[in-house]
């Protein structure tokens, strides 16, 4: 689809590509201050700036809220995935700005339930809301319902960077892929595969829900041991999110994809609905890279907390992501909102 322009193209649906970002907004970034000392890139989940001594890394996001989920569970994944970006900074999230842009539908009782989970969240994070808007518009639907920024304060010396990957690293992956798809798409078209799937199946695949952070990951592994890089698997899953992470740093990542753990019910789900996991969103998926020293300390301490895990690749000479010993490229589009579409189409029908 144009946007009305000769040159790169907005795609359909999902997070603008590299070539529009590169050519559209890196150009347009307002004044060049010094104390900012990570602006924006594609694919890198938050930027910093100095605040005096203290470093401030923050990231925006959608407050996305699927009313189908129940009002408790869309609001803790919508505020987790306002803090999961800057939790890859390495610096524990401490504040958080939110703006609600409702439709009118939405009842007051509905709304007290979303905002009483993100009170819960983020008193649990230690995390406290300064400032925000919340109002009722025409033309604001579900489930894109305003955005929030997060951030974490803290000792830049604790600081991971996104471009910190270097030669040698091990590559550590939590949870696997397409935790996000899995959970959302299961949860949301439960009926449409009930006598399709074993029961079995199902089940497995809805526990995924809560596996929708790398909230916890991230603060683990950063405390674990010594960390180079972190990467939330959003759009574009974990060929995606590895290839960004080369990318970023100027190296090259080889992952051998037998030692990713794959949770129960992620096999069938994506199945069912005709998604390669590979490159399907993955909110609450780790990729991180590691000093070989730190990788045993790094896994022992999230086995600790519950978060199955793995040491899953290496940084190596080159650029670009080698899967199993193949060249492969970024998938440019997530199959997860096609998905989506079809079967919010078919649950109508």
Same mark, same amino acid.
Request: contains cysteine.
């Given at each position: 689809?144009?946007?009305?322009?000769?040159?790169?193209?907005?795609?359909?649906?999902?997070?603008?590509?590299?070539?529009?970002?590169?050519?559209?907004?890196?150009?347009?970034?307002?004044?060049?201050?010094?104390?900012?000392?990570?602006?924006?890139?594609?694919?890198?989940?938050?930027?910093?700036?100095?605040?005096?001594?203290?470093?401030?890394?923050?990231?925006?996001?959608?407050?996305?809220?699927?009313?189908?989920?129940?009002?408790?569970?869309?609001?803790?994944?919508?505020?987790?995935?306002?803090?999961?970006?800057?939790?890859?900074?390495?610096?524990?999230?401490?504040?958080?700005?939110?703006?609600?842009?409702?439709?009118?539908?939405?009842?007051?009782?509905?709304?007290?339930?979303?905002?009483?989970?993100?009170?819960?969240?983020?008193?649990?994070?230690?995390?406290?809301?300064?400032?925000?808007?919340?109002?009722?518009?025409?033309?604001?639907?579900?489930?894109?319902?305003?955005? +929030? %920024?997060? *951030?974490?304060?803290? /000792? !830049?010396?604790?600081?991971?960077?996104?471009?910190? @990957?270097?030669? #040698?690293?091990?590559?550590?992956?939590?949870?696997?892929?397409?935790?996000?798809?899995?959970?959302?798409?299961?949860?949301?078209?439960?009926?449409?595969?009930?006598?399709?799937?074993?029961?079995?199946?199902?089940?497995?695949?809805?526990?995924?829900?809560?596996?929708?952070?790398?909230?916890?990951?991230?603060?683990?592994?950063?405390?674990?041991?010594?960390?180079?890089?972190?990467?939330?698997?959003?759009?574009?899953?974990?060929?995606?999110?590895?290839?960004?992470?080369?990318?970023?740093?100027?190296?090259?990542?080889?992952?051998?994809?037998?030692?990713?753990?794959?949770?129960?019910?992620?096999?069938?789900?994506?199945?069912?609905?005709?998604?390669?996991?590979?490159?399907?969103?993955?909110? +609450? %998926?780790? *990729?991180?890279?590691? /000093? !070989?020293?730190?990788?045993?300390?790094?896994?022992? @301490?999230?086995? #600790?907390?519950?978060?199955?895990?793995?040491?899953?690749?290496?940084?190596?000479?080159?650029?670009?992501?080698?899967?199993?010993?193949?060249?492969?490229?970024?998938?440019?589009?997530?199959?997860?909102?096609?998905?989506?579409?079809?079967?919010?189409?078919?649950?109508?029908?």
């Amino acid at each position: 689809m144009s946007v009305g322009h000769d040159g790169a193209d907005m795609p359909e649906l999902g997070k603008v590509d590299r070539d529009f970002f590169d050519e559209y907004i890196y150009p347009n970034l307002g004044a060049d201050r010094e104390d900012v000392t990570l602006g924006p890139q594609h694919g890198v989940d938050f930027g910093v700036f100095r605040a005096g001594d203290p470093a401030v890394a923050l990231a925006t996001d959608p407050i996305f809220v699927m009313p189908s989920l129940g009002f408790e569970r869309a609001a803790w994944f919508a505020v987790h995935i306002l803090m999961s970006d800057v939790a890859v900074s390495g610096l524990p999230p401490t504040h958080l700005s939110v703006d609600f842009n409702l439709p009118p539908e939405i009842t007051d009782e509905q709304f007290a339930t979303v905002w009483e989970t993100f009170d819960r969240e983020t008193r649990a994070f230690d995390v406290s809301v300064v400032t925000g808007h919340t109002g009722r518009y025409e033309g604001c639907n579900y489930p894109m319902v305003g955005g +929030g %920024t997060a *951030l974490s304060v803290g /000792d !830049p010396e604790d600081l991971v960077r996104p471009d910190g @990957a270097r030669v #040698g690293d091990r590559v550590v992956v939590t949870k696997g892929p397409a935790i996000e798809a899995t959970g959302l798409l299961t949860t949301q078209f439960e009926s449409l595969m009930r006598g399709e799937l074993a029961g079995d199946d199902i089940d497995a695949a809805m526990d995924r829900f809560y596996d929708m952070s790398p909230v916890e990951d991230a603060l683990t592994a950063a405390a674990a041991g010594p960390v180079t890089a972190m990467h939330d698997a959003t759009e574009c899953g974990i060929y995606g999110g590895l290839y960004e992470m080369a990318r970023s740093a100027g190296v090259g990542i080889e992952l051998d994809r037998d030692a990713v753990p794959v949770l129960p019910g992620v096999e069938a789900a994506c199945d069912f609905f005709g998604i390669d996991p590979w490159v399907s969103i993955s909110e +609450g %998926t780790l *990729l991180a890279t590691v /000093d !070989p020293d730190g990788v045993d300390d790094v896994l022992a @301490a999230l086995e #600790g907390e519950g978060i199955p895990a793995a040491a899953a690749g290496e940084v190596v000479e080159g650029s670009g992501l080698v899967v199993d010993g193949e060249p492969t490229d970024h998938p440019g589009v997530d199959p997860f909102w096609g998905a989506m579409a079809e079967y919010a189409q078919r649950l109508e029908e």
